[in-house]
């Protein structure tokens, strides 16, 4: 699992560099979205835990299921995605009448 570890940590400080150099090259083009791109490290962050789970689940391997990866990887998306939702609903209507 340390090798997992190791490897899950460089893959995602990897993805965060190149994640944030295609940001860079094209600035001009996304600096009106750029509060949605705010996310991108806790999320580079949440699918390093993920990846590392999803291994040590399968004690260092990956499901026997043909398409056992996939389902795991779309069913870790929608709850996130569901979650992440309902926090930002309820932040916003909280804040909306605290206001």
Known sequence: ML?????AIAGTGLMMMLTGLLLFAFADSVGQYRR???PIPPL???AYVFVFNLFQHYEGGL???R???AL???SGTAIAAAV???FSALLIATI???K
């Not at 090798?3 to 490897?7: D, E, Q, S």
């Open 3 to 7: 090798k997992v570890n190791i490897l």
């Open 36 to 38: 949605f791109f705010l």
């Open 44 to 46: 580079g962050v949440a």
């Open 63 to 65: 499901p026997a299921r």
């Open 67 to 69: 398409f056992g990866t």
């Open 72 to 74: 795991e990887i779309v």
């Open 84 to 86: 992440f939702f309902v």
């Open 96 to 98: 909306k009448e605290l």
